[in-house]
C-alpha cells in the first residue's frame, strides 16, 4: 500500500489480481482495476460513508491496513480531526456490503488486525491497558480478554499470534 500525492492510496490485493487506488483522499471514492482482463475500463466505487462513520463536509484520512487472504475484503483504518479510529472491512464486490467493526461490535480499539488473514475474525487491541481480544464477524461478538499489558501484537494464524507484553519485564 502507498500513499500517492494529494490522492488517498494505492493497494494490491494479495493474488496481484486486484489495484485498488483512491484518486481524490477527499471523496470516498475508489477506482478498481482486475489485471486478469486487458483492455477493460477501471470500475468506480463508492465507499458507503456510514461503513466509516465518515460525516458529510468532515475530511478524514483512509489507511489500508491490510488485504484478506481471500482477495475480496481489506481491512482500513479511517480518522477525521481528531475523532477517534474508525476500523472497518470493505468488501471489494460490493462495498455496499462493508462493515464498519467499530459500530457491528460496539467498541473502539486502537489497532485491528485479520486473524491469520481471513476476514470473518480479527484481533482488537486497546492501548488502554494493552488488551488484546478476538472477535468474531459473522457472529458480531467480541471475545473476552485474550491478553492484557501488551504492548503491541502481530497475527500469524487464527490461534496463533506474537506480542510483546510488559509482564515479567
Do not use: C
Not at 504492548?151 to 494464524?157: E, G, I, N, R
Amino acid at each position: 500500500t502507498y500513499e500517492v500525492g494529494n490522492s488517498g492510496f494505492y493497494t494490491q490485493s494479495i493474488d496481484k489480481r486486484w489495484i485498488l487506488f483512491q484518486p481524490d483522499a477527499g471523496k470516498l471514492e475508489v477506482n478498481i482495476i482486475d489485471t486478469s482482463i486487458t483492455g477493460v475500463p477501471q470500475q468506480i466505487a463508492s465507499i458507503p460513508a456510514q461503513a466509516l462513520g465518515a460525516v458529510a463536509g468532515k475530511a478524514g484520512a483512509l489507511q489500508i491496513i491490510e488485504w484478506s487472504t481471500d482477495n475480496k475484503h481489506i481491512l482500513v483504518k479511517y480518522t477525521s480531526d481528531g475523532s477517534p479510529a474508525i476500523f472497518a472491512l470493505l468488501d471489494r464486490e460490493d462495498f455496499s456490503r462493508s462493515v464498519n467493526l467499530n459500530t457491528l461490535l460496539n467498541t473502539q480499539p486502537s489497532k485491528v488486525s485479520l486473524a491469520g488473514g481471513k476476514a470473518d475474525k480479527v484481533y482488537m487491541y486497546y492501548a488502554s491497558g494493552g488488551i488484546l481480544k478476538l472477535a468474531d464477524i459473522k457472529s458480531k461478538t467480541l471475545g473476552d480478554k485474550l491478553y492484557d499489558q501488551v504492548l503491541d501484537f502481530k497475527s500469524v494464524t487464527e490461534d496463533r499470534i506474537i506480542y510483546a507484553t510488559t509482564l515479567n519485564s
